[in-house]
Protein backbone atom coordinates (compact mmCIF):
# COMPACT_ATOMS: atom_id res chain seq x y z
CA UNK A 1 0.00 0.00 0.00
CA UNK A 2 1.53 3.72 -0.93
CA UNK A 3 2.19 5.74 2.23
CA UNK A 4 1.65 9.77 1.53
CA UNK A 5 3.22 12.12 2.99
CA UNK A 6 2.11 15.90 2.92
CA UNK A 7 4.53 18.94 3.56
CA UNK A 8 2.00 21.41 4.35
CA UNK A 9 3.56 24.73 5.97
CA UNK A 10 2.98 27.50 8.03
CA UNK A 11 2.87 30.06 5.52
CA UNK A 12 4.25 30.50 1.99
CA UNK A 13 7.94 30.03 1.29
CA UNK A 14 8.83 27.76 4.21
CA UNK A 15 10.81 25.69 3.23
CA UNK A 16 8.18 23.30 1.54
CA UNK A 17 9.92 22.24 -1.66
CA UNK A 18 12.97 21.89 -0.42
CA UNK A 19 12.57 19.64 2.03
CA UNK A 20 10.57 18.31 -0.25
CA UNK A 21 13.19 17.54 -2.76
CA UNK A 22 15.30 16.44 -0.12
CA UNK A 23 13.12 13.76 0.84
CA UNK A 24 12.66 12.33 -2.58
CA UNK A 25 16.36 12.20 -3.36
CA UNK A 26 17.05 10.79 0.16
CA UNK A 27 14.06 8.20 0.03
CA UNK A 28 15.24 7.35 -4.21
CA UNK A 29 19.10 6.48 -2.37
CA UNK A 30 17.49 3.95 0.09
CA UNK A 31 15.73 1.85 -3.09
CA UNK A 32 12.36 3.09 -2.18
CA UNK A 33 9.56 3.93 -5.31
CA UNK A 34 9.33 7.72 -4.49
CA UNK A 35 7.22 10.22 -6.54
CA UNK A 36 6.37 14.54 -6.07
CA UNK A 37 2.85 15.59 -5.89
CA UNK A 38 1.37 19.03 -5.83
CA UNK A 39 -2.41 19.21 -6.21
CA UNK A 40 -2.95 22.79 -7.05
CA UNK A 41 0.12 25.08 -7.89
CA UNK A 42 0.61 29.06 -8.35
CA UNK A 43 3.97 29.67 -10.31
CA UNK A 44 5.05 31.19 -13.70
CA UNK A 45 8.07 29.10 -13.62
CA UNK A 46 7.22 25.84 -15.51
CA UNK A 47 8.60 22.88 -17.16
CA UNK A 48 7.54 21.28 -20.44
CA UNK A 49 6.73 17.33 -19.34
CA UNK A 50 5.07 14.50 -20.86
CA UNK A 51 1.11 13.67 -19.71
CA UNK A 52 -0.23 10.34 -18.49
CA UNK A 53 -1.85 9.82 -22.19
CA UNK A 54 1.49 10.54 -23.97
CA UNK A 55 0.81 14.70 -25.13
CA UNK A 56 2.84 17.55 -23.54
CA UNK A 57 1.94 19.53 -20.92
CA UNK A 58 3.62 21.87 -18.49
CA UNK A 59 4.13 21.56 -14.33
CA UNK A 60 5.39 24.01 -11.73
CA UNK A 61 9.26 23.88 -11.88
CA UNK A 62 9.80 22.58 -8.39
CA UNK A 63 7.52 19.15 -9.09
CA UNK A 64 10.03 18.93 -11.93
CA UNK A 65 12.88 19.39 -9.99
CA UNK A 66 11.51 16.79 -7.45
CA UNK A 67 11.38 14.77 -9.86
CA UNK A 68 14.51 14.50 -10.77
CA UNK A 69 15.21 14.35 -7.22
CA UNK A 70 13.54 11.14 -7.11
CA UNK A 71 15.14 9.31 -10.32
CA UNK A 72 11.64 9.60 -11.97
CA UNK A 73 10.65 10.91 -15.28
CA UNK A 74 8.18 14.01 -14.40
CA UNK A 75 4.75 13.73 -15.72
CA UNK A 76 1.53 16.44 -15.48
CA UNK A 77 0.18 13.99 -12.94
CA UNK A 78 2.57 15.19 -10.16
CA UNK A 79 0.86 19.10 -10.78
CA UNK A 80 -2.32 18.29 -11.98
CA UNK A 81 -3.27 22.13 -11.55
CA UNK A 82 -1.07 24.77 -12.47
CA UNK A 83 -2.27 28.72 -12.06
CA UNK A 84 0.22 30.86 -13.74
CA UNK A 85 -1.06 34.76 -12.66
CA UNK A 86 -1.42 36.92 -15.62
CA UNK A 87 -2.02 40.14 -12.86
CA UNK A 88 -5.40 42.21 -12.04
CA UNK A 89 -6.46 39.18 -10.39
CA UNK A 90 -6.35 36.61 -13.20
CA UNK A 91 -4.80 33.36 -13.94
CA UNK A 92 -4.30 30.74 -16.76
CA UNK A 93 -5.65 27.67 -15.33
CA UNK A 94 -3.62 24.80 -16.63
CA UNK A 95 -5.34 21.29 -15.93
CA UNK A 96 -3.56 18.17 -16.73
CA UNK A 97 -0.56 20.39 -18.32
CA UNK A 98 -3.03 21.90 -20.82
CA UNK A 99 -4.12 25.66 -20.96
CA UNK A 100 -7.96 25.61 -20.17
CA UNK A 101 -8.47 29.13 -20.28
CA UNK A 102 -8.03 32.26 -18.08
CA UNK A 103 -9.91 32.54 -15.31
CA UNK A 104 -10.35 35.17 -11.93
CA UNK A 105 -10.03 33.96 -8.63
CA UNK A 106 -14.07 33.81 -7.94
CA UNK A 107 -14.52 32.51 -11.20
CA UNK A 108 -12.18 29.84 -10.85
CA UNK A 109 -13.77 28.61 -7.00
CA UNK A 110 -17.02 29.14 -8.80
CA UNK A 111 -16.59 26.89 -11.51
CA UNK A 112 -13.09 25.59 -12.42
CA UNK A 113 -12.57 23.73 -8.55
CA UNK A 114 -14.62 20.93 -8.50
CA UNK A 115 -13.13 20.03 -12.43
CA UNK A 116 -9.69 20.60 -10.90
CA UNK A 117 -10.20 18.42 -8.09
CA UNK A 118 -11.37 15.83 -9.78
CA UNK A 119 -8.02 15.90 -12.10
CA UNK A 120 -6.08 16.24 -9.26
CA UNK A 121 -7.40 13.20 -7.85
CA UNK A 122 -7.17 10.86 -10.59
CA UNK A 123 -3.02 11.79 -11.07
CA UNK A 124 -2.60 11.30 -7.32
CA UNK A 125 -4.11 8.15 -8.22
CA UNK A 126 -1.97 7.21 -10.92
CA UNK A 127 1.23 7.94 -8.95
CA UNK A 128 0.27 5.99 -6.13
CA UNK A 129 -0.22 2.85 -8.21
CA UNK A 130 2.59 3.23 -9.37
CA UNK A 131 5.12 3.89 -6.28
CA UNK A 132 5.58 3.22 -2.68
CA UNK A 133 5.62 6.87 -1.77
CA UNK A 134 4.28 10.01 -2.55
CA UNK A 135 5.93 13.10 -0.96
CA UNK A 136 3.36 15.55 -1.55
CA UNK A 137 3.89 19.41 -1.04
CA UNK A 138 1.01 22.03 0.53
CA UNK A 139 0.77 25.39 -0.77
CA UNK A 140 0.93 28.64 1.72
CA UNK A 141 -0.77 28.26 4.78
CA UNK A 142 -2.52 24.86 5.67
CA UNK A 143 -4.42 27.33 8.16
CA UNK A 144 -5.92 29.36 6.03
CA UNK A 145 -9.25 28.87 7.32
CA UNK A 146 -11.21 31.07 4.61
CA UNK A 147 -10.21 28.31 2.28
CA UNK A 148 -10.58 25.25 4.20
CA UNK A 149 -13.96 24.27 2.36
CA UNK A 150 -11.74 24.72 -0.89
CA UNK A 151 -8.11 24.13 -0.09
CA UNK A 152 -7.01 21.75 -2.99
CA UNK A 153 -3.15 21.56 -2.33
CA UNK A 154 -3.51 20.85 1.31
CA UNK A 155 -6.63 19.92 2.83
CA UNK A 156 -8.07 17.97 0.27
CA UNK A 157 -4.46 16.21 -0.30
CA UNK A 158 -4.51 14.76 2.78
CA UNK A 159 -7.94 13.84 2.70
CA UNK A 160 -7.98 11.89 -0.55
CA UNK A 161 -4.17 10.45 -0.28
CA UNK A 162 -4.95 9.30 3.44
CA UNK A 163 -1.92 11.09 3.94
CA UNK A 164 0.65 11.75 7.23
CA UNK A 165 1.36 15.50 7.28
CA UNK A 166 4.63 16.90 8.20
CA UNK A 167 4.08 20.63 9.29
CA UNK A 168 6.80 23.28 8.48
CA UNK A 169 7.73 26.39 10.04
CA UNK A 170 10.31 28.84 9.10
CA UNK A 171 12.16 30.77 12.09
CA UNK A 172 13.83 33.44 10.40
CA UNK A 173 10.42 35.03 9.80
CA UNK A 174 10.23 35.31 13.65
CA UNK A 175 7.72 33.85 15.97
CA UNK A 176 7.79 30.27 15.17
CA UNK A 177 6.37 28.36 17.88
CA UNK A 178 3.33 30.86 18.03
CA UNK A 179 3.04 29.92 13.89
CA UNK A 180 3.03 26.42 14.67
CA UNK A 181 1.13 26.37 17.43
CA UNK A 182 -1.21 28.54 16.10
CA UNK A 183 -1.24 26.98 12.76
CA UNK A 184 -2.06 23.42 14.58
CA UNK A 185 -4.86 25.02 16.74
CA UNK A 186 -7.00 25.77 13.44
CA UNK A 187 -6.65 22.67 11.15
CA UNK A 188 -9.62 21.21 10.31
CA UNK A 189 -9.69 18.40 13.72
CA UNK A 190 -8.92 15.38 10.93
CA UNK A 191 -6.30 17.01 9.62
CA UNK A 192 -4.95 17.75 12.81
CA UNK A 193 -5.13 13.96 13.69
CA UNK A 194 -2.91 13.01 10.74
CA UNK A 195 0.23 15.40 11.67
CA UNK A 196 3.29 13.23 12.63
CA UNK A 197 5.46 15.74 13.66
CA UNK A 198 6.32 19.61 12.72
CA UNK A 199 10.05 20.73 11.49
CA UNK A 200 11.57 24.42 12.16
CA UNK A 201 13.29 25.30 9.52
CA UNK A 202 16.20 27.72 7.95
CA UNK A 203 17.68 28.18 11.62
CA UNK A 204 20.99 29.92 12.06
CA UNK A 205 22.75 29.28 15.15
CA UNK A 206 23.16 26.65 18.15
CA UNK A 207 19.97 24.70 17.87
CA UNK A 208 19.92 23.84 21.47
CA UNK A 209 18.77 27.45 22.29
CA UNK A 210 15.77 26.56 21.38
CA UNK A 211 15.46 23.12 23.35
CA UNK A 212 13.21 24.69 25.94
CA UNK A 213 10.47 26.32 23.40
CA UNK A 214 10.82 22.70 21.52
CA UNK A 215 9.70 21.26 25.16
CA UNK A 216 7.25 23.48 25.69
CA UNK A 217 5.60 23.10 22.20
CA UNK A 218 5.92 19.34 22.34
CA UNK A 219 3.49 19.53 25.81
CA UNK A 220 1.31 22.47 24.85
CA UNK A 221 0.11 20.18 21.36
CA UNK A 222 1.41 16.30 21.84
CA UNK A 223 3.19 16.87 18.57
CA UNK A 224 6.73 15.86 18.30
CA UNK A 225 9.35 18.43 17.01
CA UNK A 226 10.89 15.50 14.27
CA UNK A 227 13.93 18.01 13.50
CA UNK A 228 15.42 21.50 13.33
CA UNK A 229 17.41 22.54 9.83
CA UNK A 230 20.00 24.83 9.88
CA UNK A 231 19.67 27.51 7.18
CA UNK A 232 21.16 26.59 3.44
CA UNK A 233 20.49 27.44 -0.12
CA UNK A 234 21.04 24.09 -2.20
CA UNK A 235 20.71 25.62 -5.29
CA UNK A 236 16.83 24.72 -5.93
CA UNK A 237 15.54 26.89 -8.44
CA UNK A 238 12.78 29.07 -7.06
CA UNK A 239 8.85 28.59 -7.41
CA UNK A 240 7.79 31.94 -7.38
CA UNK A 241 8.67 35.65 -7.37
CA UNK A 242 8.29 36.09 -3.67
CA UNK A 243 12.39 35.49 -4.19
CA UNK A 244 12.82 38.56 -6.66
CA UNK A 245 12.66 41.96 -5.83
CA UNK A 246 9.75 44.47 -6.13
CA UNK A 247 9.08 45.75 -9.53
CA UNK A 248 10.86 49.14 -8.61
CA UNK A 249 14.22 47.83 -7.10
CA UNK A 250 17.12 46.32 -7.69
CA UNK A 251 18.46 43.15 -6.63
CA UNK A 252 21.70 41.58 -7.39
CA UNK A 253 22.45 37.80 -6.63
CA UNK A 254 25.41 35.63 -7.29
CA UNK A 255 28.81 36.17 -6.54
CA UNK A 256 29.09 34.21 -3.73
CA UNK A 257 32.43 32.85 -3.75
CA UNK A 258 33.82 35.92 -2.61
CA UNK A 259 35.30 37.30 -6.16
CA UNK A 260 36.68 40.59 -6.23
CA UNK A 261 35.37 43.21 -7.72
CA UNK A 262 37.69 43.85 -10.75
CA UNK A 263 37.04 40.01 -11.45
CA UNK A 264 33.43 40.51 -12.28
CA UNK A 265 30.56 40.70 -14.43
CA UNK A 266 27.24 41.88 -14.24
CA UNK A 267 24.04 40.63 -16.29
CA UNK A 268 21.22 42.53 -16.41
CA UNK A 269 17.76 40.78 -15.95
CA UNK A 270 14.78 43.63 -16.03
CA UNK A 271 12.24 42.93 -13.65
CA UNK A 272 9.50 42.98 -15.87
CA UNK A 273 5.84 42.87 -14.13
CA UNK A 274 4.94 39.63 -15.54
CA UNK A 275 8.35 37.73 -15.31
CA UNK A 276 8.33 34.20 -15.97
CA UNK A 277 10.43 31.13 -15.92
CA UNK A 278 13.31 33.31 -14.51
CA UNK A 279 15.07 29.88 -13.07
CA UNK A 280 16.44 30.45 -16.36
CA UNK A 281 19.01 33.02 -15.07
CA UNK A 282 20.16 30.40 -11.72
CA UNK A 283 22.90 28.77 -13.67
CA UNK A 284 24.32 31.93 -14.43
CA UNK A 285 24.37 33.38 -10.98
CA UNK A 286 26.28 29.83 -9.75
CA UNK A 287 28.96 30.76 -11.70
CA UNK A 288 32.00 32.64 -10.24
CA UNK A 289 32.56 36.32 -10.63
CA UNK A 290 28.94 36.22 -12.40
CA UNK A 291 26.28 38.66 -10.85
CA UNK A 292 23.32 38.63 -11.94
CA UNK A 293 21.26 42.10 -11.43
CA UNK A 294 17.35 42.22 -11.60
CA UNK A 295 16.95 45.75 -12.45
CA UNK A 296 13.97 48.21 -11.92
CA UNK A 297 12.41 49.43 -15.85
CA UNK A 298 13.59 53.10 -15.21
CA UNK A 299 17.35 51.53 -14.23
CA UNK A 300 20.37 52.85 -16.48
CA UNK A 301 22.44 50.54 -17.89
CA UNK A 302 25.96 51.81 -17.65
CA UNK A 303 27.34 49.37 -15.24
CA UNK A 304 26.10 46.18 -17.11
CA UNK A 305 28.22 43.92 -18.98
CA UNK A 306 25.24 41.83 -20.79
CA UNK A 307 21.40 41.70 -20.67
CA UNK A 308 19.17 39.19 -20.76
CA UNK A 309 15.85 39.79 -21.52
CA UNK A 310 13.39 36.91 -19.74
CA UNK A 311 10.41 35.29 -20.46
CA UNK A 312 6.93 36.82 -19.36
CA UNK A 313 3.47 35.51 -19.09
CA UNK A 314 2.04 38.54 -20.50
CA UNK A 315 4.92 39.76 -23.24
CA UNK A 316 2.83 42.51 -24.98
CA UNK A 317 1.91 44.26 -21.73
CA UNK A 318 5.53 44.19 -20.38
CA UNK A 319 6.76 45.33 -23.87
CA UNK A 320 4.71 48.41 -23.60
CA UNK A 321 6.00 48.99 -19.84
CA UNK A 322 9.85 48.48 -21.07
CA UNK A 323 8.62 51.32 -23.89
CA UNK A 324 7.22 53.23 -21.27
CA UNK A 325 9.82 53.26 -18.96
CA UNK A 326 12.28 54.41 -21.98
CA UNK A 327 14.40 50.67 -21.30
CA UNK A 328 13.60 49.94 -25.32
CA UNK A 329 16.02 53.35 -25.85
CA UNK A 330 18.44 52.76 -23.56
CA UNK A 331 18.85 48.86 -24.87
CA UNK A 332 19.41 49.90 -28.23
CA UNK A 333 22.18 52.04 -27.50
CA UNK A 334 23.68 49.20 -25.46
CA UNK A 335 26.82 47.44 -26.79
CA UNK A 336 27.04 44.51 -24.55
CA UNK A 337 25.70 41.03 -25.43
CA UNK A 338 21.94 40.95 -25.74
CA UNK A 339 19.77 37.78 -25.19
CA UNK A 340 16.40 36.95 -25.21
CA UNK A 341 14.56 33.82 -23.84
CA UNK A 342 11.12 33.59 -25.00
CA UNK A 343 8.71 36.34 -24.52
CA UNK A 344 12.19 38.42 -24.10
CA UNK A 345 13.11 36.93 -27.84
CA UNK A 346 9.56 37.96 -28.93
CA UNK A 347 10.37 41.70 -27.82
CA UNK A 348 13.68 42.08 -29.31
CA UNK A 349 12.21 41.99 -32.93
CA UNK A 350 10.58 44.46 -34.86
CA UNK A 351 6.73 43.84 -33.93
CA UNK A 352 4.20 42.23 -32.71
CA UNK A 353 1.14 41.30 -34.72
CA UNK A 354 -2.45 40.32 -33.71
CA UNK A 355 -1.20 41.52 -30.19
CA UNK A 356 -4.56 41.63 -28.60
CA UNK A 357 -4.89 37.64 -28.82
CA UNK A 358 -1.98 37.70 -26.47
CA UNK A 359 -2.19 41.20 -24.82
CA UNK A 360 -4.97 42.82 -21.89
CA UNK A 361 -5.59 45.58 -24.58
CA UNK A 362 -6.56 45.56 -27.04
CA UNK A 363 -3.88 46.74 -29.47
CA UNK A 364 -3.40 44.87 -32.88
CA UNK A 365 0.54 45.96 -33.75
CA UNK A 366 2.96 46.46 -30.83
CA UNK A 367 6.58 48.32 -32.11
CA UNK A 368 9.11 45.89 -30.63
CA UNK A 369 12.97 46.49 -29.46
CA UNK A 370 13.87 46.29 -33.10
CA UNK A 371 17.34 44.46 -32.65
CA UNK A 372 16.39 41.68 -34.70
CA UNK A 373 14.83 41.65 -37.81
CA UNK A 374 11.92 39.29 -36.83
CA UNK A 375 8.22 39.55 -36.23
CA UNK A 376 6.13 37.75 -34.34
CA UNK A 377 2.30 36.82 -34.94
CA UNK A 378 -0.15 35.54 -31.75
CA UNK A 379 -2.23 32.96 -32.17
CA UNK A 380 -4.34 31.29 -29.69
CA UNK A 381 -2.35 28.01 -29.38
CA UNK A 382 0.02 27.65 -27.57
CA UNK A 383 3.59 25.19 -27.56
CA UNK A 384 4.65 23.28 -25.12
CA UNK A 385 7.00 20.85 -25.93
CA UNK A 386 10.58 19.54 -24.22
CA UNK A 387 13.39 19.75 -27.18
CA UNK A 388 16.84 19.14 -27.90
CA UNK A 389 18.40 21.45 -31.33
CA UNK A 390 22.14 21.42 -33.28
CA UNK A 391 23.93 24.82 -32.08
CA UNK A 392 25.79 26.52 -34.87
CA UNK A 393 27.78 29.70 -34.41
CA UNK A 394 25.68 33.16 -33.92
CA UNK A 395 25.44 35.84 -31.49
CA UNK A 396 27.51 34.62 -28.84
CA UNK A 397 28.68 31.59 -29.86
CA UNK A 398 31.57 31.33 -32.31
CA UNK A 399 31.72 28.54 -34.41
CA UNK A 400 30.42 25.96 -31.32
CA UNK A 401 28.98 22.93 -32.53
CA UNK A 402 27.02 20.54 -30.46
CA UNK A 403 23.48 19.99 -29.53
CA UNK A 404 21.56 22.04 -27.00
CA UNK A 405 18.33 20.92 -24.60
CA UNK A 406 15.57 22.77 -23.26
CA UNK A 407 11.83 23.27 -23.19
CA UNK A 408 9.63 25.78 -25.06
CA UNK A 409 6.40 27.28 -23.90
CA UNK A 410 4.94 29.84 -25.48
CA UNK A 411 2.68 31.57 -27.64
CA UNK A 412 2.99 33.24 -31.12
CA UNK A 413 5.47 32.33 -33.83
CA UNK A 414 8.24 34.21 -34.98
CA UNK A 415 9.67 34.77 -38.22
CA UNK A 416 11.65 36.52 -40.46
CA UNK A 417 12.91 37.46 -44.50
CA UNK A 418 16.15 38.40 -43.49
CA UNK A 419 19.04 36.29 -44.17
CA UNK A 420 20.18 35.57 -40.35
CA UNK A 421 22.34 33.22 -38.04
CA UNK A 422 20.06 30.85 -36.10
CA UNK A 423 22.26 29.33 -33.72
CA UNK A 424 19.63 27.57 -31.97
CA UNK A 425 17.41 26.60 -35.53
CA UNK A 426 14.32 28.15 -37.20
CA UNK A 427 13.14 29.32 -33.47
CA UNK A 428 16.10 31.53 -32.80
CA UNK A 429 17.87 34.33 -34.78
CA UNK A 430 20.93 36.49 -34.05
CA UNK A 431 22.53 39.62 -35.50
CA UNK A 432 25.96 40.82 -34.10
CA UNK A 433 26.05 40.33 -30.49
CA UNK A 434 22.08 40.08 -29.89
CA UNK A 435 20.31 36.58 -29.98
CA UNK A 436 17.14 35.39 -29.13
CA UNK A 437 15.62 31.74 -28.99
CA UNK A 438 12.76 30.46 -27.53
CA UNK A 439 15.06 27.77 -25.51
CA UNK A 440 14.35 27.67 -21.92
CA UNK A 441 17.13 26.70 -19.60
CA UNK A 442 19.29 27.83 -22.30
CA UNK A 443 22.31 28.28 -19.44
CA UNK A 444 21.93 24.36 -18.27
CA UNK A 445 24.04 23.25 -21.30
CA UNK A 446 27.29 23.44 -19.98
CA UNK A 447 28.95 24.31 -23.43
CA UNK A 448 26.17 27.22 -24.13
CA UNK A 449 26.68 28.95 -21.00
CA UNK A 450 30.58 28.72 -20.67
CA UNK A 451 30.27 30.51 -24.37
CA UNK A 452 28.37 33.24 -22.80
CA UNK A 453 30.02 33.65 -19.57
CA UNK A 454 33.30 33.55 -22.23
CA UNK A 455 31.81 36.38 -24.10
CA UNK A 456 30.58 38.69 -21.54
CA UNK A 457 33.90 38.85 -19.62
CA UNK A 458 35.58 39.23 -23.16
CA UNK A 459 33.44 42.04 -23.75
CA UNK A 460 33.85 43.15 -20.35
CA UNK A 461 37.84 43.09 -20.56
CA UNK A 462 38.77 40.87 -17.80
CA UNK A 463 39.82 37.77 -16.89
CA UNK A 464 37.46 34.99 -16.15
CA UNK A 465 37.88 33.43 -12.81
CA UNK A 466 37.28 29.66 -12.71
CA UNK A 467 35.46 27.39 -10.17
CA UNK A 468 38.08 25.19 -7.87
CA UNK A 469 36.57 21.61 -6.58
CA UNK A 470 33.04 19.90 -7.23
CA UNK A 471 30.01 20.48 -5.27
CA UNK A 472 27.45 17.99 -5.01
CA UNK A 473 24.24 18.49 -6.98
CA UNK A 474 21.36 20.33 -5.01
CA UNK A 475 19.64 17.11 -4.73
CA UNK A 476 22.26 15.93 -2.98
CA UNK A 477 22.89 19.11 -0.73
CA UNK A 478 18.66 18.66 -0.04
CA UNK A 479 19.15 15.25 0.99
CA UNK A 480 21.60 15.90 3.30
CA UNK A 481 19.82 18.73 4.59
CA UNK A 482 17.01 16.44 5.67
CA UNK A 483 19.08 13.47 6.43
CA UNK A 484 17.99 13.74 10.35
CA UNK A 485 14.80 13.83 10.06
CA UNK A 486 13.28 11.13 12.55
CA UNK A 487 10.01 10.59 10.19
CA UNK A 488 8.32 7.57 12.39
CA UNK A 489 8.62 5.32 9.21
Given at each position: M???L ?8 V ?19 V????A ?6 A ?10 G???V ?34 Q ?24 E ?19 S ?90 D?P ?67 D ?49 I ?32 V ?35 A ?68
Amino acid sequence: MTRTLLVAGTASHVGKSTVVAGLCRLLADRGVSVAPFKAQNMSNNARAVVSSDGEWGEIGVSQYTQARAAGVAPTTDMNPVLLKPRGDGESQLVIQGQAVGNVAAGEYYEEGWHRAREAAEASYDRLAADHDVVVAEGAGSIAEINLHDRDLANVETARFADAEILLLGDIERGGVFASLYGTLELMPADLRERVCGVMITKFRGDPSLLDSGIADLEARTGVPVLGVLPYDDPGLPEEDSVSLPAEGERAVVGDEDGVQDERAVTVGVPRLPHISNFTDFEPLSREPGVRVAYLPLGAALDDLDAIVLPGTKNTVDDLLALHEAGFTDRLRAFEGPVVGLCGGYQMLGERITNAAVEGTGDEDEVEGIGLLPVETRFEHDKRVVETAVTVSAGGFLTGEEGDASGYEIHMGRTVSDADLAQPFGPESAAVGPVLGTYLHGLFENDAVREAFVDSVFNAAGTARPRATGEMDSPYDRAAILVAGLDIPW
